[in-house]
Structure formats: C-alpha cells, structure tokens
C-alpha cells in the first residue's frame, strides 16, 4: 500500500527553464494538494485539486504556475520560466472523500534554480 | 479563509521535561486539528488529530487539548527525548473543506 509518491526527490533547472512535479496520491484517495515550503518555514498552500478539477488555487502565483490531476496519472505541477525565488521543496498530500480526515505527505520535490 | 497562529517558533528544552505548542484558528466551522511532525529533510508526517466534538486526547507521551469557544488548541510532550527534536505544525480544517490551513510551525529542540 504505497503512500503518496512524488518524483523527482531533486530537480535542479536554470533560470527560464520549466519545472514539472508529479504527484500519485495514495491509492484511492481523489484530494489532491500542493505545498510550497521555504527554508525554515511552514507549509504555504498552493492549491488543491480533485479529478479533473482544480478546486482552490488560491495560494498559486497567477503566472508561470499550473496545475493538474488529469482522470488517469498523477497529478503534475508545473512552473514555466522558473526563476530563483522558485527555489523550495514542494510537497504534495492526498486524503481520502471523508471531510477532515488525515492528509498524506509525499517526500518532496526539491528545486534549486540556478 | 482560515488562518492559523502557531506560538513559539521555537521551543528549547532540557530532556525529560515538558513542550507544549499553542495554537488558535479563525473560522469557528474548523472543525478537524491535527498535528503534524517534520523531521529534517523529510516529510510531514501526522502524530495526533482532535476533532471539535472532543476536548482532550491523549497517545503516549502526547496530548491534544482543544478549546472551542477561544478557538485555540494545544500540543503537549511529556518526557521530552532527543528524538522529539523536530519542527511541529499544527493544522485546522473548516467543516465542508477539505483543505488544511497549517500554521508556521515551531521548532522543538531536546537537549540531552
């Protein structure tokens, strides 16, 4: 019973190149969302997302930032022409159709832009 | 939106004795707080959840206390070990949402 995956654990991109994250959350689970977090400092929502759907993207930067949860694969975030304030590990969680009920962490992306 | 105040930042303590991290909340729908972990470069992983029905739960060596009216809630360590040291996030969600406001997390250091 695999947990939340998210690949790659590390990416390393230049400035004003793309940046795709991907996300499969656990087994089951159609609740889908993203986290950015910077050094020393808390989880900042980004967006949450169900099949198909983006349900609340209230915490993405209205530009260069997307993101998807197609009906088959996981779920992609995708930042166009990164710069280096981009830099930060984000994670994704995935909980289950129930109403307040406990959110699964992948391990994290972590992207350095250089 | 919900917003989530989370006190101390961080948190120095001697081995064996107690932590406690304090939190409020602004939507009185919050109902769903959980707890969450973070050891260094690794993910945040889930310790112990109350829900708005309950004012106390307790798991070992740690405690949840919720107060609804003041809408604040709190985390307690007992016996505090080298191996709690950690960055803890508290969390609420608003009932009918299922998206987690987490508050900015504390730091928690255990001396031997």
């Known amino acids: 019973n695999a947990g939340v995956m998210q690949n790659p654990r590390h990416l390393v991109r230049r400035r004003g190149q793309e940046a795709r994250l991907r996300c499969s959350p656990v087994k089951g689970h159609s609740h889908v969302y993203w986290y950015r977090q910077l050094p020393e400092e808390g989880l900042k929502f980004m967006v949450y997302l169900q099949k198909e759907n983006i349900i609340d993207e209230s915490g993405m930067p209205k530009e260069r930032f997307s993101a998807e949860f197609p009906k088959e694969g996981p779920s992609i975030l995708r930042i166009q022409q990164v710069v280096r304030g981009d830099s930060a590990a984000y994670f994704c969680?995935?909980?289950?159709?129930?109403?307040?009920?406990?959110?699964?962490f992948g391990q994290g992306t972590r992207l350095t832009v250089v | 939106g919900e917003n989530v105040e989370q006190h101390p930042s961080t948190l120095s303590v001697q081995e064996g004795d107690s932590a406690v991290i304090k939190c409020t909340y602004s939507?009185?729908?919050?109902?769903?707080f959980p707890w969450y972990k973070q050891e260094l470069g690794k993910r945040p992983q889930l310790i112990i959840d109350i829900r708005s029905n309950v004012g106390e739960k307790k798991d070992q060596r740690i405690a949840v206390t919720l107060n609804k009216t003041a809408k604040h809630f709190s985390l307690h360590i007992t016996e505090t070990q080298p191996e709690d040291s950690a960055v803890y996030f508290c969390?609420?969600?608003?009932?009918?949402?299922?998206?987690?406001?987490f508050g900015r997390g504390t730091s928690l250091i255990v001396h031997p």
């Open positions: 969680a995935s909980s289950g159709d129930r109403v307040g009920t406990e959110a699964f």
């Open positions: 939507d009185s729908a919050s109902n769903y």
């Open positions: 969390a609420a969600t608003s009932g009918g949402s299922y998206i987690p406001t």
